[in-house]
């Protein structure tokens, strides 16, 4: 349970973090605002930050009710004083929107009550229209009934709507955070990403997250300046302008006259590149060119969108810009550009789609398309029977969660080995084995990487410049896993145990035990024992296969993370009779653990496609990538039998 004050806390924390880190570069109102929320009495310390953390813009006393803050209009009045709040009207398409149906019906009885009281005395001389007095009369007794868009619907056909506004929104009722109040700046340079926000804060006090120690000192921050401080808060504006605007949805709700406003200021921006080498700034500007690029190309404006995309190189512009050229008709200019691709694909997802527009633009132009790569792997089919808990599961991710289940139980149970150990992985088992290999260089002290305690991986993890910025350590790393060296990998997993890491799954090491083998033992039951799963990965993968398995991932990090095959098949041959397994102490592992030294361990993997499944492509490349480099893989096509 969190404290009562959690909120706070976090809030001073971060206020403190930024302070910190970049004190130096603050303005006088960011100053002002950590002197002027310091000064603030409690109530109003937490009314703020409690106002931050809701979805306004606009808010209203009657709404705000806090067991901790006593004095909650005392708070209101402290905040308006100090300029961190002011009286607002609200929008009224906001206003109606966000009242409840209750409120509506109060403030539309109120109304009408007003109304009668107003006319009575005229229609009982007559001169009232009977028609206004007899509407006013039915709509108070029907009012409740009405769904709350019928009571907008009502108050708009009778003219009523301002009353009702009114009513909603009488003077200093509403009120929003003032421009003083500059939190959303903190936010920004405390987490240094806009994805990150106080909720972060949250996760950790709750244990969810267990975060790696890693330097998030003033020498590492991704700004030196105040100018590319600046930088970052202009280009956050847009890409809140962009989403929130009503630029980013369908083309027909989107108005061209703003969308030709924000490509303006688009325009208006330095490049980051030059005039300040910040590579964050950068690639938050590039990002930019290509979602203002994608939506005029949605629009149809294929050469203004060219042109967009022409502002950098990063993916998808490339491809895009291959596909307006196409549409323009200009596909020889097109086929330059994906040859292109093909040769200096800049990530794997462009090779791919490269291989694609290819084929389209030979034979929109009348030559021969090239063959379509397919990979090498074998494939076999299996039939098995839904077993009750098959049965339970419903929906698509359950269908694929039993088909792979289904298959893994009934590979395990084939003959013909005296061990063999089918294990659902899909893309865990490698990705966790590449995050403890590289733990402490993925959190190792790089300018830019980490700018707060609560990060899973360093913010240029998915980028083009992970590898050449750790390039000597990474290198290093390499070598000594082809020599054969994974200790680091097991002593990571000791060692790290817990800790948050974008690639390193903890439950998959508790999913597989001794018992699993058919044996027991309970020195095996130790959680500071190293798993089973490891041990058999470590044994049956030679130090050189994984670093040619990392070296290859590291081209492409996001998309190699993903596609690996569903099933391990691990083949173990024991020197000894299987009871014999672990029954001796040295067959025991450093920890205690038993050990698979004396045992030869093989492992092929398997992807499990069930009835109208089919591969996608980052399954195909990793599938033919495993038999090229001496692992067999294989895709099985898993069909129900059908007893009735």
Same mark, same amino acid.
């Given at each position: ?22 004190? /130096? ?9 950590? /002197? ?34 006593? @004095? ?8 308006? #004083? #100090? ?26 009885? =109120? ?32 009012? #409740?009934?009405?769904? #709350? ?49 106080? $909720? ?6 709750? @244990? ?21 401080? =600046? ?99 200009? /596909? ?142 990474? /290198? ?44 027991? $033992? ?20 030679? @130090? ?101």
């Amino acid at each position: 349970m969190l404290p009562t004050y959690y909120y706070l806390s976090n809030f001073q924390l971060m206020l403190e973090g930024v302070a910190r880190r970049y004190g /130096d570069l603050l303005d006088e109102v960011e100053l002002g605002f950590i /002197d002027t929320f310091s000064a603030l009495t409690p109530d109003a310390q937490c009314l703020l930050v409690r106002l931050i953390s809701r979805k306004g813009p606009w808010f209203c006393k009657a709404q705000l009710n806090y067991s901790e803050i006593e @004095g909650v209009p005392g708070a209101i009045s402290e905040l308006c #004083k #100090k300029s961190l709040i002011c009286y607002e009207q609200p929008d009224e398409s906001w206003l109606l929107h966000k009242s409840t149906k209750t409120e509506l019906s109060q403030a539309l009885a =109120e109304t009408s009550q007003a109304l009668i009281e107003t006319n009575e005395p005229s229609v009982r001389e007559g001169a009232l229209s009977e028609e206004r007095g007899i509407d006013a009369y039915k709509m108070q007794k029907d009012i #409740k009934r009405l769904k #709350k868009s019928e009571l907008i619907q009502y108050a708009q056909a009778e003219g009523l709507l301002p009353q009702l506004l009114s009513k909603l929104a009488p003077e200093e009722y509403w009120f929003r955070l003032s421009p003083q109040a500059v939190y959303r700046r903190f936010e920004l340079l405390y987490f240094e990403r806009m994805s990150q926000s106080l $909720s972060q804060f949250i996760l950790a006090d709750l @244990g969810i997250h267990n975060f790696e120690v890693y330097s998030t000192s003033i020498a590492s921050r991704s700004f030196n300046t105040r100018v590319e401080i =600046e930088g970052l808060y202009s280009l956050s504006s847009l890409y809140e302008e962009f989403e929130e605007g009503g630029l980013s949805g369908r083309p027909s709700d989107i108005s061209i006259e703003k969308f030709d406003s924000f490509c303006q200021m688009l325009t208006e921006l330095p490049d980051f590149s030059k005039e300040t080498a910040n590579e964050k700034l950068n690639r938050m500007t590039q990002g930019l060119w290509l979602m203002a690029a994608r939506q005029l190309e949605r629009l149809g404006h294929f050469e203004r969108a060219l042109a967009l995309y022409g502002n950098t190189e990063r993916p998808p512009s490339r491809e895009r810009r291959a596909r307006c050229l196409n549409k323009l008709g200009r /596909d020889d200019e097109a086929l330059g550009l994906v040859e292109l691709m093909l040769a200096e694909p800049l990530e794997e997802s462009e090779r791919l789609v490269a291989r694609r527009l290819q084929k389209s633009l030979h034979r929109s132009l009348g030559r021969e398309a090239p063959k379509p790569w397919q990979g090498e792997f074998d494939t076999f089919k299996l039939e098995c029977q839904r077993t009750a808990t098959d049965e339970s599961l419903e929906g698509e991710e359950s269908n694929a969660q039993r088909v792979e289940q289904c298959a893994a139980r009934h590979l395990s149970t084939m003959q013909g080995e005296p061990l063999r150990l089918c294990v659902e992985v899909e893309n865990r088992l490698f990705c966790s084995l590449f995050g403890l290999a590289f733990w402490d260089i993925i959190f190792a002290d790089v300018r830019g990487a980490f700018a707060n305690p609560y990060q899973s991986r360093p913010s240029d993890m998915y980028q083009s410049e992970f590898y050449p910025r750790r390039k000597q350590a990474i /290198d290093k790393r390499l070598a000594a896993v082809a020599a054969g060296d994974t200790q680091m990998i097991m002593e990571h997993f000791h060692q790290k145990r817990g800790i948050t890491n974008d690639w390193v799954h903890w439950p998959l090491f508790e999913e597989l035990s001794f018992d699993d083998l058919g044996l027991e $033992s309970a020195q095996c039951r130790d959680k500071d024992q190293t798993p089973l799963l490891l041990q058999l990965a470590l044994t049956a993968f030679s @130090g050189a296969f994984l670093a040619k398995l990392f070296r290859h991932m590291l081209f492409d990090l996001r998309y190699y993370r993903a596609g690996f095959p569903d099933l391990i098949c691990f083949h173990i041959t024991a020197e000894r009779p299987a009871t014999e397994l672990l029954a001796t102490e040295n067959q025991a592992t450093d920890d205690g653990a038993p050990s698979l030294a004396h045992n030869r361990v093989t492992a092929e993997l398997i992807e499990v496609k069930g009835p109208g499944d089919a591969l996608r492509d980052n399954q195909t490349i990793w599938l033919d990538w495993f038999n090229r480099n001496g692992v067999k893989a294989s895709v099985c096509y898993l069909s129900w039998l059908d007893l009735h």
